[in-house]
């Protein structure tokens, strides 16, 4: 194992350990000391990082500046470890971050979605049923991707309907109550997993081989679904990474919570506090991001800021 391996291992131990999930970080920066132990190199540099990116092939410039910025985090700890290490310049790939709009999904969407993965083959039917369920959850309670696979049985009431979120954004813990329809949908998979695999497993959604499921599973069925029914354009070499995301369904909850008050004619801004609480963002300007990405939301606080003001002149 090479110094560089070494240390990153290290360093993402005590990372995690501040609540910091990194899964994608970690994928990025092992591949990185791969191939710095590939070239024989015990320190980063900024040569050894535009090399490697030579290497990895094609990508857009967002996503090679948020490579660099993982080699900068891992760089800056080497450094302070060893001098030798160089930290590549923030500037080296000019971009700038720009959130992607989320793309919302009408309600006949999500129910393509939902009935199309469960008609996935696979042994007992249990990759469908799991898939299903997963989805449907997701897009019933705008819970993160990682929040949802990180559920174990225990943190599943089903008698009060109520999830425990022990593995939030950061560490964060919270609890967030489901319908009583999503409660039920909860249950019979429960049922059906209990006489499948047993009472010893520990994940409430197993994968078809009786294993806790993986980011990149759930993300590889939802775009298998999603090409089936057309919200994907089919692609060659099992490619899964244009169109709509999952992700996308947390966007979609937000933001249909959103219009039904707005809707319904309640103060959104007096209600934010609550869906920023529900869905675990550390601050309400995170959630209040949706109004701006949104069309149909911005027009519609819009017109509720004019009709204030308009009473406020009255006044």
């Known amino acids: 194992?090479?110094?560089?391996?070494?240390?990153?291992?290290?360093?993402?131990?005590?990372?995690?350990?501040?609540?910091?999930?990194?899964?994608?970080?970690?994928?990025?920066?092992?591949?990185?000391?791969?191939?710095?132990?590939?070239?024989?190199?015990?320190?980063?540099t900024t040569h050894l990082f535009l090399e490697w990116q030579k290497s990895f092939g094609r990508a857009h410039r967002a996503t090679w500046g948020a490579r660099l910025g993982m080699i900068r985090n891992f760089a800056r700890w080497l450094h302070a470890l060893d001098s030798r290490n160089e930290v590549p310049p923030q500037g080296l790939i000019p971009y700038g971050h720009r959130r992607v709009r989320p793309y919302i999904y009408s309600q006949q969407e999500i129910q393509s979605i939902v009935h199309a993965a469960a008609t996935l083959p696979s042994i007992y039917g249990f990759r469908a049923l799991t898939i299903s369920t997963f989805i449907g959850l997701v897009a019933a309670t705008g819970l993160r991707i990682s929040e949802a696979i990180s559920l174990d049985v225990?943190?599943?009431?089903?008698?009060?309907?109520?999830?425990?979120?022990?593995?939030?954004?950061?560490?964060?813990?919270?609890?967030?109550?489901?319908?009583?329809?999503?409660?039920?949908?909860?249950?019979d998979y429960a049922s059906e997993r209990h006489r499948l695999w047993g009472g010893d497993q520990e994940s409430f959604f197993l994968s078809e081989r009786g294993t806790r499921l993986t980011d990149c599973s759930v993300r590889y069925n939802f775009a298998v679904v999603c090409k089936r029914?057309?919200?994907?354009?089919?692609?060659?070499?099992?490619?899964?990474?244009?169109?709509?995301?999952?992700?996308d369904l947390r966007h979609t909850f937000a933001v249909q919570t959103l219009l039904g008050w707005y809707r319904s004619g309640k103060d959104a801004a007096a209600e934010m506090l609550k869906l920023t609480t529900y869905l675990g963002h550390a601050h309400p300007i995170h959630t209040y991001w949706y109004i701006e990405a949104v069309p149909e939301l911005l027009e519609l606080a819009s017109q509720r800021a004019i009709k204030s003001l308009s009473k406020e002149d009255r006044v």
């Open 229 to 247: 029914i057309g919200l994907r354009p089919p692609q060659r070499y099992h490619k899964h990474g244009r169109g709509p995301r999952i992700h």
């Open 154 to 187: 225990a943190d599943v009431d089903l008698g009060l309907g109520i999830l425990r979120i022990r593995r939030g954004k950061l560490g964060k813990e919270r609890f967030v109550p489901v319908s009583e329809s999503t409660k039920a949908r909860l249950a």
């Open 1 to 44: 194992m090479s110094t560089l391996t070494q240390e990153l291992n290290r360093y993402l131990t005590v990372r995690r350990a501040l609540g910091y999930k990194l899964s994608t970080s970690a994928r990025i920066l092992h591949r990185f000391a791969a191939f710095a132990e590939s070239k024989g190199a015990n320190h980063i």
